[in-house]
């Protein structure tokens, strides 16, 4: 990586010299923090390029007020070429107009780091486990899932660029009564593919077809030898080889949105070995967990309901309603006692947890929350960061009129089905056109549409005519060089200073969890992109490519060539492939 720095890099190296000097000279005292010292674009563009904080933050320890040590400050910047102008705003914000030189260097920066531009070692290594998908292995993948899946590898791919270690994790629940039901559905199949007539598939069964190769398969490996045993002696078997086809159906769906997880962690394999127990353990040992009575249900009480002593977890320490148990009448484990013990595992190897959910899990958010900051501290002596991010449900539309559901799925749109139709890419960056907490529409006709009101479209349309026009001026002899960037004017560098947000964003994305940023980010760029290259439909001295002026078209493309690296850098964030023409 090219130990190039970008724009807001270098600015704010060059207020924290401006500082280091100031504490030479005694204006500031020695070793004083700046921590919270920060140089950003201001909010209101018109007020200049960038704005820092630094005499709001350190006028106290300065023994000074703000306005006061802001006017020294300003004093140094105003000896560098690179600033144009530096004034003081309010109570002693310092706000910076760059020098169009400035902004010509970033167009070089972004060349020189290349694929690596907005990359950061904001993360400093940090090991970052995201789960997400994690959906019950009993059938394809469907569009319900989609928009978490997306969400959970785009965030994935964001933290590794901003500097973290990350593990992709699908949880797979293979031990809950819904993979009997799977087992029992596929051993009906199994029949079915033995020859007997099995009529209607009966209510509480799974009924989609994509369960007849599975049990076509049983009935080649193992004859009619499972028709007619009791379900005792066959169910075991049925459950392992339904859920691995299960797991292998869900792989490959993932795989066409280019999705693949580091791990994939057995519900069952975690009971075996005595995770849920271990957990039980120290949550006893620390006073979370106790046998008492499980409250009646809110509202009307059932007539068959009866008081029953059970482990809780006293989450009402946390600000729950009510504490809530970890194991059944019966003994086996609750979802919310599995999990407890799942996130324990996790938390062993990870410095931060991540959970993707759907919406309709919020209400368990607060108490998981709580058992796992208990939990994490108990497996490593330390509480680790537990994230939780929402995600709403997909409606699928087709011209506004909601779509049918799929037979071979039984009860739903599949997933692969989709992709099929319209295209990963077209269907990654559209799950991330909106924040995941938001409802969304996916309309089939709006997101293959060839328009600005199609953000996929739109981005894409921009990187395959930069792509274009860069052949252009390859077949007229022209290449992109840095040779005259001196000729690029306050239009083409508005385009730079678009560009350079790439790596603020990046990092605040990170830090906030958020990749639909980056998704808007380039929407914006390409909007910026389009404005100018529009100037030239009316103007063919605003063109990228200008008649008998080589050496001004090997500047505009030098500079189009960057804009098109930044677009590939963001959208290979999304996992969408920047494409060369449309």
Not at 86 to 106: Q, T, V, Y
Not at 546 to 575: C, K
Request: proline share 5%; net charge negative; charged share 25%.
């Amino acid at each position: 990586m090219s130990d190039r720095k970008t724009l807001h890099a270098a600015f704010a190296a060059k207020v924290d010299a401006v500082l280091a000097a100031l504490e030479a000279e005694g204006v500031l005292p020695a070793g004083v923090s700046r921590a919270n010292v920060t140089v950003e674009p201001p909010r209101d563009a018109s007020h200049g390029d960038l704005a820092t904080n630094a005499a709001m933050v350190l006028a106290k320890q300065a023994a000074t007020n703000p306005r006061a040590l802001a006017e020294r400050i300003v004093e140094h910047l105003g000896r560098d070429a690179q600033i144009e102008s530096a004034g003081i705003a309010g109570p002693g914000f310092i706000n910076m107009r760059l020098a169009d030189s400035a902004w010509r260097r970033e167009i070089g920066a972004i060349a020189g780091l290349g694929s690596d531009y907005g990359r950061s070692a904001m993360g400093a290594g940090q090991r970052v486990n995201i789960e997400y998908v994690s959906a019950n292995p009993t059938g394809p993948m469907h569009m319900g899932h989609c928009r978490g899946a997306v969400v959970g590898d785009a965030l994935a791919a964001l933290l590794e660029f901003a500097g973290h270690e990350v593990v992709r994790e699908y949880y797979v629940n293979d031990a809950g009564g819904q993979v009997d039901v799977l087992a029992r559905s596929a051993h009906l199949r199994y029949r079915e593919a033995l020859g007997e007539d099995i009529g209607a598939i009966p209510e509480g069964l799974y009924p989609g077809d994509y369960l007849k190769p599975v049990g076509e398969a049983l009935a080649a490996e193992f004859g009619d030898a499972h028709r007619d045993r009791p379900e005792g002696d066959w169910l075991p078997l049925f459950r392992e080889r339904a859920v691995a086809e299960m797991m292998a159906l869900i792989r490959a769906d993932l795989a066409l949105l280019g999705i693949h997880h580091d791990v994939f962690a057995s519900e069952a394999e975690l009971q075996r070995a005595g995770k849920p127990e271990a957990a039980e353990a120290w949550l006893r040992e620390h006073d979370l967990v106790y046998d008492g009575l499980l409250e009646a249900p809110k509202g009307k009480t059932p007539e068959d309901w009866e008081p029953v002593e059970l482990p809780l977890f006293r989450s009402t320490r946390f600000g729950d309603d009510q504490d809530r148990p970890i194991r059944k009448s019966d003994g086996s484990w609750t979802y919310f006692g599995a999990d407890l013990a799942y996130h324990m595992q996790k938390a062993e190897g990870a410095d931060a947890l991540i959970d993707i959910w759907g919406a309709d899990h919020a209400g368990t958010v607060k108490r998981i929350k709580a058992a796992v900051a208990a939990l994490s501290e108990g497996a490593g002596g330390r509480t680790i960061p537990f994230d939780v991010k929402l995600v709403q449900m997909v409606q699928l539309l087709r011209g506004g009129e909601p779509v049918k559901m799929s037979k071979r799925a039984g009860t739903f749109v599949t997933l692969a089905d989709v992709v099929r139709e319209v295209g990963k890419d077209v269907v990654r960056f559209t799950m991330l056109t909106r924040k995941p907490e938001a409802q969304m529409d996916f309309d089939f006709a709006k997101v293959v549409e060839a328009s600005k009101d199609n953000p996929v479209f739109y981005v894409q349309y921009a990187h395959a005519r930069i792509s274009s026009t860069l052949r252009k001026g390859a077949a007229e002899g022209v290449a992109p060089a840095p040779d005259a960037l001196d000729r690029l004017g306050g239009e083409e560098l508005a385009l730079v200073k678009q560009a350079a947000q790439f790596p603020r964003v990046v990092e605040a994305a990170a830090q906030a969890r958020e990749p639909h940023r980056i998704a808007f980010f380039l929407y914006d760029l390409a909007a910026a992109f389009h404005a100018y290259w529009n100037l030239g439909n009316d103007d063919p001295a605003k063109r990228f490519i200008v008649a008998h002026d080589n050496e001004l078209t090997a500047a505009r493309l030098f500079l189009a060539a960057q804009i098109g690296q930044v677009i590939r850098n963001g959208l290979a964030l999304l996992g969408v492939e920047a494409v060369e023409e449309m």
